[in-house]
C-alpha cells in the first residue's frame, strides 16, 4: 500500500511539472499586461510602464521566466502579484476561510440533500417522489448559478428584506451574534451552491442505488428475511457509496478552488474571486499560483480516491 | 474672453473695487467656471482662495459607520503604486497631498496653510517655482509630527526608478528643497504654467512618512510593512487590509481640521460589479456609497424609484470620442502598419472626414445609453470651463453627409457603398468591450449604413485594447483600424497633459515602441506651435486662448468625434452628504462628508 502510494506521488511529479508548463505557456502567450490601466493615465509616461514591465521581468524571453517562477516554487516563494505587491501565498491564505466555509457549507448541504433523496428515490423507482425528486433535479442542474443568485437576491433581499447580499468578512459583534450573522450572510450563496450541486449528486446517487439495487445478493439478503431499512442501509448504500466516494472526493478541489460565479454574485473574497479578479488584471503571478495549486489539489485527491477505493472494497487491490 | 476686460477686472479686485464673488460671477456669465477664475485671479497676482464649504457638523465623531462599496476593491495602499484610481481611492482615506480639489474645481487645503500666490510671494511671477507653507501640527497617525522632511522624502522616493513608482512622472523633472521644518520650495526646469500637479490631488500628491518608508527606497521598495498598512494623516486610522476586498478604518481624533471627519469608522468594500453596487445602495440601503455606477440610466431610474439611495453626477472634462486614423492600416511599411510613411486612403479627403462626423447622432447615443451621464458636445476639451471652446458646432444630418460625399465624388456603387477611384468606403471601426461602446457602434454603424459607408465593428477587450504590449496588434496605440473610440481620463482641472499628447513630436510609431500618444498619427504644424506656446505661456488668459484654439484645430480637421461629455456617476444614500469632484478622486474631499436626517 505505501509503495503503493510512493510510486503514484513519484508519477505526480512529471504530471505536474507538465501542467506547470502548460499554464505557465499560456498565461505568458495570453494577451494584455498587468499595466495596461496605466497606458490611459497620461500622468504616467510610457518609460515608466516599460521600466515597470522590466521591474517585473515581463520583458525576459519566456523560458527564463519559467525557470525563475519554479526556481522559487521550489523554494516555497509562491510568487509576488504586481497588482498588490504582496506574496501571493498570503494573497491566497487570506482568501481561504471565506472559501472553505460558504464552498464547504454548500457542499455538506448538497450531501444532505442528495443522498437521502437518491437513496429513498431508488428504492421506490418512478413512484410519485422519485419523479418529483427528479424533476427538481432537472430543474436544479438546468437553472446556471449566476441566475438563481440574482432571483435569490431579488426575492429575499430587495423584495423581503431578510438576508444580505453583500458577504462582509469583518461582522461586528462578537459571541452569539457572530455566529448569527454568519449563518445569515452565508445562507443566500450557500443555498444558491448546494442546490445546485445537491441536484446533479441526486441523480447520481440514485443510479448508483439502482445498479446495485437490483443485484442478486440483495435478494438473497431479503430472502434471509432482513428488514429494508437494513437491507437498503448496511448491503445496497456500501457498495453503491463506492462510486459517489469517488465523485465527493473529485470535488473536494472545488472546495478549495471556490465558486467564481457565485463568489462573484455575493462580493464573497474567496479564491473564485480572487482569480477572476486577478485574470481581469492581468496579475500572472496569482493566476499561476492559484491554478497550479488547484492542479495540485487536484492530483492529491484523485490519489485519495483511489485509496479510499481499495478501503471501501477490498476487491480492488492496489499494486 | 476679451482679454482687456479680464485684466481690468482682475485689477479691480486687486484694489478691492471687486469683490471676489462679483468677479467670479461675471466670469461665470461668459463661461469661466470658477476654478478657472481662480487660478486666473492667482496669477493676475491675487490670491487664490478656498471655495465654500458646506460642511455642517460642529463636532468631530459621532456620525457611525460610513460603509463605502467599490466594486472594484483596492489592491494595494501604496498611492504611488496605484495600478488604477481605485488604489489611489484607497490609499487616500489614510494618507493626504498638501492640497485637492474641491466640487468646482477650486483648490482646497488640506496639509498646506497657504494657497500660493504670486501676491503672497509663494508663487514666482514666472511660473519656475513654487513654495508652500505647511500646516503646523499635524501629527502622522502614529504620533510622529509631519514636517517638510516628509514632502522633500516623497519626492526622492518617487522619483527613483528603482522604486519604480507609478508617480515618477510628476516627480522626475522637479526639484524639491526643504527650507525650514514647514516650509518646502519646488523649483520646475521650465516655466510651469499649471503648477499644481506636484503634492496636490489623490492621483500624485499623496504624501508619504519618512520615518516609515526612508528605509525601503528604490529596489527595496517591495519589502515596506507600510505598503500594506499605511500611516497617514488623514481623518481615519488604519485597521485592516485585504486586497481586492475590504479596508477598514476607525477615526484619527487628532485629525488636523476642525470638528472633522463626522464618522466613527470607515469600510470600503470590493468586488462584484457596478449594477449590483447601485442596487446595494440605491434599493437596499445596505452601503452608503456606491462608487462609479456606470450602469445604464434606465436601470437607475428604476432603482431609484421609492429607493434609499439615489444617484450623483460630477462634471469633469472625460470625453469619450471618436478618433480617425491619418495613416493607412492596411499597407504594412517596415513590418509596420498605420505607418507615418502612408496616407490614409480615405480620410486624406477632408469630406469624407467631415460626413463622417455629421453621421454621429449624439443626441440618441445620449437619450438611448447615457442619459443622465453625458452631455453632447462638438469639443474635445470639455473642461475646466475656461478652456471649453465657444467657435465650434456639431450637427447629425445625413442627408448632408451624402451630399458632401456626392459632391466629393463619392458616388454609389451597385453594392449601395460609396466608391471613388476604386477605392470603396468601408471603414474598419474598433474599441473596447463595454455595454455602451457596442451600442454606440451600433449607433454610428447605422448612420452611415443609410449614407453609403460600409462600416465593420470590432471589439477588443479592454485588458488588451489599453495594454502597452508590444506584440499585440489590437492595441489603440497600434491603431490598426480606420477609427477607434475610447476616453482618455483627464484627471486634473488643466488641459496641458491632455492636448501635448498630440504634438507630432510624439506620434506613435514603431520607432519609439508604440509609446508614443499621438494615436491618430495627426500633424498639424499650427497646433504644434501652439502646444509649445501654451506650455511656456504665463498669461493665464492668452494660455487658455491657445488651449482653445488647440481644440478648434482638433475640430476643423475632425480628427475626433466626440460622442459624449461624460460626467461622473456615483450613488449615495439619501441621508450622506458626499463631497464629488470631477476634478479629482472620489476620497479626495472625504473629510468633508456628513450624513444628514
Partial sequence: MSQYILRRLMIAIPSLLGISVVLFVVLALAPGDPFAELATNPNVPPEVQAALRAKFGLDDPIYLRYLHWLNAMLHGDWGFSFVSRMNVDRLILQRLPATLYVIGSAQILALMIAIPVGVYAATKPYSLFDQIANTLAFIGFSLPTFFTGILFILIFSVTLDWLPFVYTTDIKGTGIHWVLEM??????PVAV?????????????RSAMLDVIRLDYVTTARAKGLGQA????????RNAMIPVVTLIALQMPAVFGGAIVTEQIFRIPGIGSLLIS?????DT??????????ACLVVLFNLIADVLYGWLDPRISLR | ???????????QVKDGRMDRRAFIQRLAAVGLAAPAAYQLLALGGVAMAEGPSAYKPTKRGGGGALKLLWWQGPTLLNPHFATGTKDQDGSRLFYEPLACWDVDGNMKLVLAAEIPSVQNGLLAADGTSVTWKLKPGVKWHDGKPFSADDVVFTWEYTKDPATATVTSGTYRDLKVEKIDDLTVKITFPKPTPFWADAFVGAGAGQILPKHQFADYIGSKSRDAPANLAPVGTGPYKFVEFKPGDLIRGVINPDYHMANRPYFDSIEMKGGGDAVSAARAVIQ????DFGWNIQVEDDVLLRLEKGGKGKTIYAVGGDTEFIALNFTDPNVEVDGEKSSMKTKHPLFSDPAVRKALSMLVDRDSIKKAIYGRAGRTTANFLNGPEKFVSKNTSWEFNIEKASKLLDDAGWKPGADGIREKDGKKLKLLYQTSINGPRQKTQAIVKQACQKAGIDVELKSVVASVFFSSDVANPDTYPKFYADLEMFQIPMSQPDPSQHMRRYHSRYIASKENKWQGTNFPRWVNKDYDAAIDAADAEMDPVKRAALYIKCNDLLWQDTVFIPAMHRLKVEAAANTLRPVISGWANETDNLFDWYREE
Avoid: W
Fill in chain 1, 183 to 188: 449563518i445569515r450572510q452565508a445562507i443566500m
Fill in chain 1, 193 to 205: 451552491l448546494g442546490l445546485f450541486q445537491a441536484a446533479s449528486m441526486t441523480r447520481f446517487v
Fill in chain 1, 230 to 237: 437494513k437491507v437498503i442501509v448496511k448491503h445496497v448504500m
Fill in chain 1, 278 to 282: 486577478s485574470i481581469l488584471s492581468n
Fill in chain 1, 285 to 294: 503571478p496569482v493566476v499561476m499560483a492559484v491554478t497550479f495549486v488547484f
Fill in chain 2, 1 to 11: 474672453m476679451l482679454d482687456k476686460e479680464l485684466r481690468s477686472m482682475i485689477g
Fill in chain 2, 284 to 287: 437596499t440601503g445596505e452601503y
